[in-house]
């Protein structure tokens, strides 16, 4: 998981030493969202998981608004490289 991590913040930052932006933030969400979202197809009764995960997913829904409110350029082509929306 800290590989993907380290490549995801690679491909999705915005400058040299950039780990904290809010589009990095997002797509190391959508990693994680993603690699949960195989767990629990393998483990349906995982319900303490299932908590957490939920809350990832509030937590990226309210950065992807965020980037929306303030930079609508960087939310659509975010939204684009991570086959978010159809």
Do not use: C, W
């Amino acid at each position: 998981m800290t590989f993907e991590k380290k490549t995801v913040v690679d491909q999705f930052k915005v400058h040299a030493t950039d780990t904290g932006s809010s589009e990095v933030q997002i797509a190391i969400l959508t990693t994680r969202i993603k690699y949960l979202s195989d767990h629990f197809k393998k483990f349906p009764k995982d319900f303490a998981s299932r908590v957490g995960f939920l809350k990832m997913i509030g937590q990226r829904r309210q950065l992807l608004d965020y980037l929306k409110k303030y930079n609508k350029d960087s939310y659509s082509s975010l939204i684009k490289r991570l086959y978010l929306r159809k």
